[in-house]
């Protein structure tokens, strides 16, 4: 590529870069000053049971969702600390999910997939992202024989991707993750 095709090409970067940044944050204004304090603060007013779990599904969900935005925030600025914002919420919502959902949830699995993916291409630690992703299918994976057919359908999809990026990451081109192998998650 020439110099003037290089510049252009920085220079459309830096346009996307800015207008995502500037978009995630205002996701992220949202989810930290409204959704995520107002659904703590139901789900620890309710009494009832079913409608304190709905209002912890949805912590859950807005905590990945928090997770994903400074995720891709990371993606854009590896010197903010965004990364180490990402894993602190993925793993809030983890201890969340893995006491209160099933394994088979999607929410849970989504979550999952999630942070690992965070931590093999964002914090670059293979072992734990294999090790999530694994320990998320393998529990999972134990619980599908007792789930109705749509739920069903929704697990295997978030498994598969799961699955998929055990393939990917346990594959020859990365010797060190020899320990977890894609038939240890079958």
């Known amino acids: 590529m020439d110099t003037k095709s290089s510049d252009l090409a920085k220079g459309y970067l830096d346009v996307i870069a800015k207008e995502t940044t500037g978009i995630c944050k205002e996701v992220l204004e949202i989810l930290e000053t409204q959704l995520i304090p107002k659904a703590t603060e139901l789900k ?18 807005y905590l990945k969702m928090a997770g994903d935005y400074y995720r ?47 931590y ?25 024989d007792k789930l109705e057919e749509v739920q069903y359908k929704d697990a295997t999809l978030i498994m598969q991707l799961l699955r998929d990026n055990l393939t990917l990451w346990t594959t020859a081109d990365n010797p060190d993750e020899e320990d977890v192998t894609v038939a240890d998650a079958e």
């Open 44 to 61: 620890d007013a309710e009494s009832d049971a079913e409608k304190k779990g709905s209002l912890l599904q949805s912590c859950i969900f």
């Open 120 to 144: 093999y291409e964002i914090l670059g630690d293979r072992k734990e992202a294999c090790r999530l992703a694994k320990d998320a299918f393998d529990q999972a994976i134990s619980k599908l």
């Open 72 to 118: 891709y925030l990371a993606e854009i600025d590896k010197s903010q600390g965004y990364d180490k914002k990402a894993q602190e919420l993925y793993l809030e919502g983890t201890e969340l999910a893995n006491g209160t959902l099933q394994p088979t949830d999607p929410i849970r699995l989504g979550l999952a997939l999630n942070l690992s993916v965070c």
